[in-house]
């Protein structure tokens, strides 16, 4: 069966440092790839998502960035984080196997300080 | 733009009531519509699914309607119990498409 885990699961950055949260899949292979964001007392919004290794797609303008260096690894990255940065990260992935519908990761809570 | 909107932030009902959470979208290419629940510091899971050449799809306590004409889907949850207590997003999406649309969420509190 298909897993998927996200890391840290925590965190607390001052401002202006980086970030970096890391998700991988396991059980399957091509998938594609999200990262999600809820801010508080908001829906979730698609921030990244790549279909293969190096192809990212970006949904809103931010001081975030996303990379996939292998194929069921998916990195969200920030050079200088803002205080807007705060929120709840999620991860997730979908294959032609379960059409679509979209799994998420555990989420990742990032504070800004 | 908000295409898919929860316009209920809460929900409160008895154990062993019916619970209805509401959802309307704007897209009419939206072509499949999902239901998520959310317990806090976790992430979403899936719920329940409904494509667009149906109007109706049941598993177990839940079940979701689909009103094509008026571009809205709703999710009954019957009877309700106390773990049910979650905050549930409607989704959409069309086709190969990878931007899926989430509402705001609804709190829903099944009271015992």
């Known amino acids: 069966s298909q897993t998927i885990h996200q890391w840290p699961a925590t965190l607390v950055q001052p401002v202006g440092s980086p970030l970096s949260l890391e998700c991988t899949v396991e059980g399957t292979s091509n998938p594609n790839l999200y990262w999600y964001r809820q801010a508080a007392g908001r829906g979730l919004q698609l921030l990244f998502y790549?279909?293969?290794?190096?192809?990212i797609s970006s949904e809103v303008p931010q001081n975030l960035s996303a990379s996939r260096p292998q194929d069921r690894q998916f990195i969200l990255s920030s050079k200088k984080l803002l205080l807007s940065d705060s929120g709840f990260y999620l991860c997730?992935?979908?294959?032609?196997?379960?059409?679509?519908?979209?799994?998420f990761g555990e989420g990742s809570w990032l504070t800004v300080v | 733009d908000q295409q898919v909107k929860q316009n209920s932030p809460s929900l409160s009902v008895q154990e062993g009531r019916i619970s209805i959470l509401n959802c309307d979208y704007t897209n009419s290419m939206f072509d499949y519509f999902l239901w998520y629940k959310k317990y806090p510091a976790e992430g979403p899971t899936f719920l329940i699914s409904?494509?667009?050449?149906?109007d109706k799809n049941e598993d177990g306590r839940f079940t979701v309607f689909l009103n094509k004409s008026a571009k809205h889907l709703s999710l009954h949850i019957v009877p309700s119990q106390p773990g049910d207590s979650a905050v549930y997003f409607c989704?959409?999406?069309?086709?190969?498409?990878?931007?899926?649309?989430f509402g705001a969420g609804t709190r829903l509190t099944v009271k015992p």
């Open positions: 409904i494509s667009s050449i149906k």
């Open positions: 997730a992935w979908r294959t032609g196997y379960s059409g679509n519908t979209i799994y």
């Open positions: 989704a959409a999406s069309w086709g190969n498409n990878n931007d899926m649309r």
């Open positions: 790549s279909v293969g290794i190096g192809q």
